[in-house]
């Protein structure tokens, strides 16, 4: 079955960047789309943007001067770095597969990761 | 970017009873290319990621259960859960994919 598991600091200090791994399990990531989104605590959801197996990109315009997305489809992983970091990027971050119909709709997450930017 | 308004923003249903959430698109997510409406529906349970439940505004995920159906076109939307059991209570969102995805503020489904 499809696994996707995110990885990265818990802990982030202000003006620094943000580095996260998902690590795909049980599909190959050349096959779809892959995204990052994040839910700060007790709100809603934030799309901040694909990436497919060829490593092209779509980001979200309010995050695009702050965001790199890559992928290594020898590792069947994908990333995200996100710089310039302020407390309003503390939130669970999400990383998730487009579903085969439609790469912006997404059938299955990882369980996420809480990230927290503070001195 | 289209902005998608959930109502209510909380319900309380009793077990066994219909529950309706609403989603309104601020532009229409139809494609006149393919005559699709980009929209989905996503419920969240406590700890947990959201799991999508409903694409194409209508068409149900593999193995999500009947009881769960969404409807409209355009910039009105609804999910429906005919027969609320324990297992639904859960926070419900929309999403539009038609431009850059867009989620609602989410519904809290609660039972009464």
């Known amino acids: 079955q499809v696994q996707l598991q995110e990885s990265g600091p818990g802990l982030v200090k202000p003006s620094e960047t943000l580095s996260l791994t998902c690590t795909v399990s049980g599909v190959s990531i050349s096959s779809y789309y892959w995204a990052w989104i994040r839910q700060p605590a007790g709100k809603g959801l934030e799309w901040i943007g694909r990436?497919?197996?060829?490593?092209?990109?779509k980001y979200n315009p309010s995050l695009t001067s702050r965001v790199t997305m890559s992928v290594d489809t020898s590792k069947n992983q994908f990333y995200l770095k996100l710089n310039s970091l302020t407390a309003a990027d503390t939130a669970m971050y999400y990383c998730a597969k487009g579903s085969p119909y439609e790469e912006d709709a997404f059938d299955i997450w990882g369980q996420g990761t809480v990230v927290t930017v503070s001195s | 970017d289209i902005v998608m308004t959930q109502s209510p923003d909380s319900l309380a249903v009793s077990l066994g009873e219909r529950a309706t959430i609403n989603c309104k698109s601020s532009?229409?997510?139809?494609?006149?290319?393919?005559?699709?409406?980009?929209f989905a529906w996503y419920q969240q349970k406590p700890g947990q990621p959201p799991k999508l439940l409903i694409y194409?505004?209508?068409t149900r995920e593999s193995g999500v259960p009947d009881r769960f159906s969404g409807s409209g076109s355009g910039t009105d939307f609804t999910l429906t859960i005919s027969s609320l059991q324990a297992e639904d209570v859960a926070v419900y969102y929309c999403?539009?994919?038609?431009?850059?995805?867009?989620f609602g503020g989410g519904t809290k489904v609660e039972i009464k």
């Open positions: 990436v497919s197996k060829s490593g092209t990109t």
């Open positions: 999403q539009q994919y038609y431009r850059t995805p867009t």
């Open positions: 532009q229409s997510v139809l494609s006149s290319f393919n005559n699709k409406n980009y």
């Open positions: 194409w505004a209508s």
